[in-house]
């Protein structure tokens, strides 16, 4: 036994002292110490705000990735990196046409570089700069409406400044981010005052394009008091009381809770009516609708196509006839739900989430404002085509009357 005990010690004791003689650094696993060949440039297709480069990596076995490195037209030193396995790379966030140098290097195992490949892009003109022209701003209902045009479905902010003259200058207010073809959104929240806006457009590198200036005066756009509504059921409309649900929850300035809803039941037909008592004479602006959120986002009984009534004088109504439900009633604006991402029912985005925790708006026309205290809400259609409807939160403005 002792004989063997003394072997294995002398054994291990050569294999440490050749390990050690071996080599006193140390390597990643499977390094061979010697730098890859030549990255080499097979075409650049230039594109807004960058360019693609396809490339074939050098044939050395330990070659990990592909780097390029390069500094974009704000000096800013920057890397991208693919996998060997991958024949192409792509440089964006230029805010700027011109030419750039980008340096190209195979790296290994043992972060071993090959020599510089040089090539020369040209990046064509960058969303931020193409969005910029299209830009168009219009007066609404408590601020602006701005109107775009983004063909590349870039991600970028609208971002609104307004001139302070506390500090004699344009200030930052707030941005509305998008990545949508085209759209439009209002900014609101401004005083019904002669106001100097301006807006420009910024990307996620922090290029930003020229300000285009507005100077206007939003139409007045005061918020209802919700502690105010109340439903006022009339004959054919539905209870939103059910399933443990309380039809107070749809203006108790809570939302994007599954669980904070008015809801119907499920046994009759499409389409669905709701009165509620504003509890003020106003002429109506635009109001908000959330859906019910959480997992029950753009599906279930959310409201997916409804037409808006209104009323003043709730007595002046002629007798219910259900072949003509809204009989009396002033039909305000006809609705259809959007959903951002497009996506089927039971799949959905950030952005959706997003879109809908701000609030649906629908604005009704500026041209043809009526007084009124009651409004009339018919579901023709809901996002999971069942026979329910769910409401989140409603929210009204406009003009209230003394």
Known sequence: MKKYIGLAIFVLAIALYCGCQADDGHHPYGSDGVAPGLVTVNSINNIPGGAIIHFTPPSDVDVLYVQATFKDDQGRHREVKVSHVIDSLVIEGFGQVGDYKVILNAVDRGENFSEDTEVTISP????????????????DFGGIKVSYENPLKAEVSLNVIVFDETQDDFVYRESFFTSQASGSYTFRGYEAVRTQFGVYVEDRWENVSDTIYFEVTPIPDEFLDKSLFSVFTLQGDKDFNDYGFNEAQMWDNRWSDQWNCG???????????????????????????????????YKHGNPKRFNIYGVKDINSLPPYNPANPNAGWTLLKECVSFKPSGLPVGQTTAEDHEYQNKGEDFDFDVNNLIEVKYIRIEVLENWGSINGTVIGELSFWGEISE
């Open 124 to 139: 064509l003109t960058p969303p931020v700069q193409l969005i910029f022209p299209t830009l168009r701003g219009e007066v």
């Open 263 to 297: 809801h119907t039941d499920f046994l009759t037909n499409l389409p669905h009516y709701l009165t509620v008592n504003l509890g003020v004479n106003a002429k109506l602006s635009r109001f908000k609708l959330y859906q019910r959120g959480g997992d029950e986002l």
